[in-house]
Each structure stands twice: as C-alpha cells, then as structure tokens.
C-alpha cells in the first residue's frame, strides 16, 4: 500500500526551510520528477535566509555555449533542462516557520516515477538552519571586526597627527638653531 502525498498548497506551514524541501522532494519522486535547489532570498542586515525556490530539475535550458562547443573531448550529453516551470516558493514567516507562497503544477514534460532514480543516501546534507545560523555567526565576528578596524584605524590616524606635529616642531627648532648658527658665524 502506497500513501499519496499530499499537494503542496499556499499557506501550507513548515517548521524548516529543510522540511519544505524534504516534502517538495517526496512530493516530487511520487509524481516522477526531481527537484533542484534554484534561488534563495537573504535577508541584507544579516545574511539569513528569509526565502527560497525549489524547481523541477527540468527547469530553464543550458546555455548554448556549453552544448555547442566544437573542441569536445567528450560527446556531449543528453539535455535534461526542457524549460519545465513547475516549482514551489517558500518565505520565512515570524516565529521560524516557513510558508508555502507559490506553488505551479504544471510540468512541460512526461511524468514518470519509475524512471526516478533512488536518492543518494551517501549525500551530505546540510540542515539549512545549521547553515543559517553559521552565516549569522560569521557575519557577527566580520562585525565585529571591523569595529576593531574602525578603532585600530582611529588610534593609528593619532598617532600618525603626533608624529606630524611633532616632526613639524622638531623642523621648526632645527630651523631656529640653524638661523642662530648663521647669526654666529656672521657675527665672526
């Protein structure tokens, strides 16, 4: 007995950008196409991530540049990329979760789940909330930083302005002893 997952739908809540993903995916293999990870909205103060798109891996079309090369060594490959608009966008909403706010169905190309190949268990995966919370980490110490920057630079521009009106000092006792010399020497 199969259970058919259920559809994606607007305003659909997940507990994590991840669990988004993961149900998309499921979605995905259980109607017969894969999906591809294809943009991801951050937020500019702190470089979160406050949003995301899932495609169908068939999505776009590879640049033709790639595709028409002439000095090949390889043949190249079949296209996989056949325009395909179907995909699912999800946002950050206050409190953690994450929302489904746009959905398309529709695909441009057959639907087979026995073609789908099995999922590489050997894959790494990163949860997206280890990897966002690294990147505020990082974020918070490249502040940091450059505050200590802004100070370092600060407290060198002193010291430079010191050693200038000190060099300016020094100059104007050279010139001073130098005028008394030629007074000397004219006095002889």
């Known amino acids: 007995m199969t259970l058919e997952p259920r559809e994606p739908s607007i305003g659909m809540e997940f507990e994590s950008a991840e669990n988004a993903r993961e149900f998309y995916e499921m979605y995905g293999r259980f109607m017969g196409f894969t999906i591809r990870n294809n943009r991801t909205r951050r937020y500019l103060k702190d470089n979160s991530i406050i949003g995301r798109e899932f495609v169908c891996s068939k999505e776009g079309f590879h640049a033709e540049k790639y595709t028409k090369r002439e000095n090949r060594v390889f043949p190249s490959r079949p296209a996989t990329r ?12 206050d409190g953690g979760k994450w929302v489904i706010y746009g959905f398309i169905k529709e695909h441009n190309h057959e639907l087979n789940p026995s073609k789908i190949p099995p999922r590489r268990s050997h894959r790494i995966v990163f949860c997206e909330e280890e990897k966002d919370l690294k990147i505020r ?52």
């Not at 056949?82 to 909403?93: F, H, P, Q, T, V």
């Not at 010291?159 to 010399?181: G, P």
Request: proline fraction near 0%; aromatic fraction near 4%.
């Open 82 to 93: 056949e325009g395909c608009n179907a995909m699912l966008r999800i946002a950050a909403k």
């Open 137 to 188: 980490e990082l974020f918070t110490e490249l502040h940091r930083e450059k505050k200590k920057s802004a100070a370092y630079q600060k407290q060198l521009q002193i010291v430079l302005k010191y050693i200038e009106e000190h060099t300016q000092r020094l100059s104007l006792k050279v010139d001073a002893v130098s005028n008394n010399l030629r007074e000397l020497e004219s006095e002889d």
